[in-house]
């Protein structure tokens, strides 16, 4: 029996979900987390090593409420996040813009107030980000600008943890197949399962990388492209949003 634990927010649904199924396959004790108390039931059914952990994640008292009786972490994955595209940039929806930068950016750092303490030197934090923050896209003010928050933060703590021997893994999925996902309106190339995207990500994890970016062939493109001046892009990304 592996006596490892993990702790894993937005487990009640997609990425979050195939993650703790796997680590719990794996026999780590794993804290899922979720506001959704049935999902997360359901979850529990489905492997013993499975402990739910129902909060709100923006609401930073309920948060620390919820954490009383946690141990001691072996990984941190900070997974939890929603999209939702500003469809009208010149009526801008500053209310949405807050919405999506507080789940996916300031609830971030709620989690790690409450929980970067529990993980053990030699321990993991591990924050999932967007290959959406490569490049500007189309619609995504909101949710590209948190993911590129996201992003920075994570290597921002990946220098600052070195001193605590905390290892830091930042996670650029490209498409995965999920609930997030199924509300999306346009092509999704090169998209995968949730099972593949827990494959990559246990591995990258294993192995301590501090990036982790899938799949690679989707990644890269999107890294080269970023590598161009930003008048050409700009140009393809306007004609793709006609
Ligand atoms: N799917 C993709 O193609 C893709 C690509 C790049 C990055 N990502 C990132 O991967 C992560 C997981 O996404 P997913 O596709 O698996 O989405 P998903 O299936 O919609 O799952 C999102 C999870 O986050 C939780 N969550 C959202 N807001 C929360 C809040 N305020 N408090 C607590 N929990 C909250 C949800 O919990 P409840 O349902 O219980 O509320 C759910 O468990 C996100 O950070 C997303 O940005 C996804």
């Not at 959406?132 to 948190?146: D, K, N, T, V």
């Not at 990644?219 to 892009?233: D, N, Q, V």
Request: net charge positive; hydrophobic share 45%; proline share 5%.
């Amino acid at each position: 029996m592996n006596s490892k634990t993990v702790l894993i927010t937005g487990a009640s649904s997609g990425i979050g979900k195939a993650l703790a199924l796997a680590y719990a396959e794996m026999g780590y004790l794993v804290y899922a987390g979720g506001r959704n108390q049935q999902r997360l039931d359901e979850l529990v059914l489905e492997n013993a090593n499975i402990k739910p952990l129902v909060c709100e994640l923006t609401n930073k008292k309920a948060l620390i409420a919820a954490s009383g009786d946690l141990p001691q972490l072996d990984i941190l994955i900070l997974n939890a996040g929603n999209c939702e595209y500003i469809n009208d940039a010149v009526n801008f929806d500053s209310d949405l813009f807050a919405r999506v930068i507080t789940t996916n950016l300031i609830s971030v750092g709620y989690c790690l107030e409450a929980w970067l303490k529990l993980v053990k030197p030699g321990g993991q934090l591990v924050l999932t980000s967007s290959s959406a923050q490569f490049l500007p896209l189309p619609r995504a003010e909101a949710y590209g600008a948190s993911k590129a928050g996201l992003s920075y933060l994570a290597k921002t703590l990946s220098i600052d943890l070195q001193n605590s021997h905390i290892d830091v893994s930042l996670i650029h999925p490209g498409f995965v197949s999920t609930p997030l996902t199924d509300k999306n309106d346009f092509p999704m190339p090169s998209i995968i399962s949730t099972a593949q995207a827990a494959d990559y990500i246990v591995e990258g994890i294993n192995k301590r990388k501090a990036e982790i970016n899938f799949p690679k062939h989707f990644t890269y493109l999107m890294k080269l492209i970023s590598l161009l001046p930003f008048s050409i892009w700009k140009k393809l990304a306007t004609r793709m949003n006609k």
